[in-house]
């Protein structure tokens, strides 16, 4: 999931979303995995067994041309 922030969500509703995809993963009984890019991740959910990579900023982009 990317870009479900461009419309200006709020970061409250941003989190609320995050948790209510989390909760849904956790009820699946297949193993599956879910990919969802966000600027405003929700403090439940920034722990290594959610989180991959690094994090991205202005100054230290995700995608480096060389």
Do not use: C, W
Request: hydrophobic letters at 30%; proline letters at 3%; a negative charge.
């Amino acid at each position: 999931l990317d870009g479900v922030e461009d419309g200006g969500i709020e970061p409250e509703r941003a989190h609320n979303f995050q948790r209510l995809v989390k909760y849904v993963s956790d009820d699946v009984e297949v193993e599956h995995q879910i990919i969802m890019a966000t600027s405003v991740i929700d403090e439940e959910l920034d722990k290594p067994e959610y989180v991959r990579g690094e994090l991205s900023t202005h100054e230290k982009r995700t995608l480096r041309f060389h």
